[in-house]
């Protein structure tokens, strides 16, 4: 089993930054990538960004791409997704997900944090 528990969610204003900060608890961190996922209100749940279990980066959706960053600390079990200028149509809740190295299967969520950005 592994835990995950998302923090750093708020209300900010179009072209601010948040960092969102994941802590994984359980199973061994270094074995899993680790995913952070968004859904809006009535649309899909998307991938955001993804870093692998060794630490390389290997995804970011094109709508954030040169605004959001990805990492890890594998010594304090946490993954972090710094968001810069914030557009509103990034409001959402976002959650962190982990998968076994590279499985297919994101197995484990977090609850979210929800994310708004004011125009």
């Known amino acids: 089993q592994v835990q995950l528990v998302e923090s750093g969610g708020g209300l900010v204003q179009a072209g601010g930054s948040l960092r969102l900060s994941c802590a994984a608890s359980?199973?061994?961190?270094?074995?899993?990538?680790m995913g952070w996922f968004r859904q809006a209100p009535g649309k899909e749940r998307e991938l955001v960004a993804r870093?692998?279990?060794?630490?390389?980066?290997?995804y970011y959706t094109d709508s954030v791409k040169g605004r959001f960053t990805i990492s890890r600390d594998n010594a304090k079990y946490t993954v972090y997704l710094q968001m810069n200028s914030l557009k509103p149509e990034d409001t959402a809740v976002y959650y962190c997900?982990?998968?076994?190295?590279?499985?297919?299967?994101?197995?484990?969520w977090g609850q979210g944090t929800q994310v708004t950005v004011s125009s």
């Open positions: 359980g199973r061994t961190f270094t074995s899993y990538t």
């Open positions: 997900a982990a998968k076994y190295m590279d499985y297919a299967t994101y197995k484990y």
């Open positions: 870093i692998g279990w060794s630490g390389g980066v290997t």
